[in-house]
């Protein structure tokens, strides 16, 4: 990544490199994983146009302009943006497995529950909840960093938030899920849930993904954060 950010002594400087290398290389691939499931739930709703009409497509649709203007503005900042693309594009195919069981047992408590269309909806809610998940992680990042170092990063990076995102794709949740009901807060879903949650927190996908990226872009020798006054 490459910004151009003021900052005000070595503290605030640290404060920077700290919040950036955690966005960069942590944050960043949950915002791919969230985006990848949204376009996973899009090919399911598509194929239903008695249901992607009106209020749902509407709302659908603006999510996805979010997320779309959402990752030009983050590879617009990387410097090096084929080894970015690597590296994000592979969390998806290391965390599948873990987003997989997940999405499953959404959609057999569904299916218990006499909902049909349980796969569909299965999709829909685990973009929803990894959305969530993702303006979570980013919010506890900022309120962590501002702890330790006295300022409020939010507005330098902004670009990695999916507020806007998860707001429209909520309001798209509201209409769809009318009339539906399904109590998802079982021990099988959370217990997957939890799985995600740790894995994204604690970095466990990050080394693979690094991995993959050097092996893909031997001339990306240098990973560093830089900070410009």
């Not at 047992?105 to 796969?119: A, F, P, R, Y």
């Not at 973009?127 to 919010?139: P, S």
């Not at 009318?178 to 217990?191: E, I, P, V």
Request: hydrophobic share 35%; net charge positive; proline share 1%.
């Amino acid at each position: 990544m490459s910004k151009k950010i003021g900052y005000y002594g070595e503290k605030d400087l640290e404060g920077l490199k700290w919040v950036a290398r955690i966005i960069d290389f942590g944050h960043g691939l949950l915002v791919s994983s969230c985006i990848n499931e949204m376009y996973n739930a899009d090919s399911y709703l598509r194929s239903k146009p008695d249901i992607f009409k009106g209020e749902v497509r509407k709302w659908c649709n603006h999510a996805f302009r979010e997320a779309k203007f959402t990752m030009y503005k983050i590879q617009e900042n990387m410097r090096h943006k084929k080894f970015w693309e690597d590296y994000s594009d592979t969390v998806i195919d290391v965390a599948q497995q873990d987003i997989m069981l997940f999405r499953l047992s959404i959609e057999q408590t569904l299916k218990n529950s006499g909902i049909v269309d349980s796969e569909m909806l299965a999709a829909v809610e685990t973009a929803r909840v990894l959305l969530d998940m993702g303006v979570r992680q980013y919010e506890e990042l900022m309120k962590e960093v501002k702890g330790r170092f006295g300022r409020d990063y939010t507005k330098e990076f902004s670009e990695f938030r999916l507020d806007r995102i998860f707001k429209c794709w909520s309001k798209m949740c509201d209409e769809l899920y009318k009339g539906l009901k399904a109590d998802l807060n079982n021990k099988n879903t959370q217990g997957y849930f939890d799985i995600i949650c740790k894995k994204f927190s604690e970095g466990a996908y990050i080394n693979y993904c690094l991995r993959e990226a050097y092996k893909n872009n031997p001339d990306f020798t240098e990973n560093k954060v830089e900070v410009k006054k």
